[in-house]
């Protein structure tokens, strides 16, 4: 199955070049969905003008993006030499803490 979510333009780029092998989302309906193996097709927002496929090889999820943080090295993000609150600040830029509460946070290993 292939699912289809937007990314920002930083984050694309970092795992086109292989950097980036964990994405980070909530772990809402659409989320919920996703299986090991799937593939997801990521468009570069906002200008929506490139596309790359990715293959799903792990899902974990988990209550907190602290939690997450705290199991997960920097390195995987890309965000090598970020402190925890650098990268919960980040996250709670594009997501709220609400969000959070309501849905718990689903960390994406994908591959190239």
């Known amino acids: 199955m292939i699912h289809h979510m937007g990314l920002y333009g930083e984050y ?18 659409k989320r919920r969905k996703i ?3 799937d ?3 990521f468009i570069k927002v906002p200008q929506q ?3 790359i496929q990715v293959q799903v090889t792990n899902l974990k999820i988990y209550e907190t993006f602290q939690a997450m943080y705290e199991d997960i090295s920097f390195l995987d993000f890309d965000c090598e030499g970020w402190t925890m609150q650098e990268m919960i600040d980040g996250t709670f830029e594009i997501y709220t803490p609400d969000q959070e ?4 946070t689903l960390a994406i290993t994908i591959k190239n």
């Open 35 to 37: 299986d090991v193996g």
């Open 39 to 41: 593939f997801i097709e």
């Open 49 to 51: 003008d490139e596309t």
């Open 101 to 104: 509460k309501r849905w718990g």
């Open 12 to 29: 694309f780029d970092s795992i086109k070049e292989g950097k980036k092998k964990v994405e980070i989302r909530l772990n809402d309906e």
